[in-house]
């Protein structure tokens, strides 16, 4: 059996990551999902959440929002609404946009509205937990799973 699965996290936009990974771990929307190589074939929906790589000592974290995941014993596709990687997650404006939601939040608006504020707040909190985590982590080991990006 392989001992990685090649990893493909794309959005409408552009191709956030390719390359390989001994695990995946993807936001379900019921809870963390993980896939090692191997796994039997899942097709699931994804919540708004990190997606972490993990290449022996390395990791590479993107924060997704929405999509779908499919995982095959020799590859995992993200299929994103949105997906940046930790290291390119602009701090500032991610909080900037976490305060117009809570802005917006407390403004009357109607169910579609209250849907698409609460979506945005998830996405601008993943941002900023993720964009953290990362400058938490030590340089060295972050960002070097072999990507082929």
């Known amino acids: 059996m392989a ?28 809870g963390s999902l993980g896939i090692l190589p191997g796994h039997a074939p899942l097709l699931t929906i994804l919540g708004t959440g990190p997606v ?5 000592q390395d ?37 900037a946009a976490l305060g117009r939601a809570r802005a917006e939040l407390k403004r009357r608006q109607d169910r579609k509205q209250h849907a698409e504020i609460m979506a945005a707040l998830r996405r601008a909190i993943n941002r900023i937990h993720v964009a953290q985590d990362y400058r938490q982590r030590k340089p060295e080991r972050s960002g070097r799973v072999r990507d082929s990006n």
Do not use: C, N
């Open 59 to 95: 990791v590479v974290e993107l924060a997704v929002s929405e999509g779908f995941m499919q995982a095959m014993p020799d590859k995992v596709i993200i299929l994103a609404e949105t997906a940046e990687r930790a290291e390119e997650i602009d701090l500032a404006r991610a909080e």
């Open 3 to 30: 001992k990685t699965v090649r990893v493909d996290v794309v959005t409408p936009d552009k191709v956030a990551y390719s390359g390989e990974a001994e695990q995946v771990i993807a936001p379900g929307v019921t």
């Open 52 to 56: 972490i790589l993990k290449l022996g």
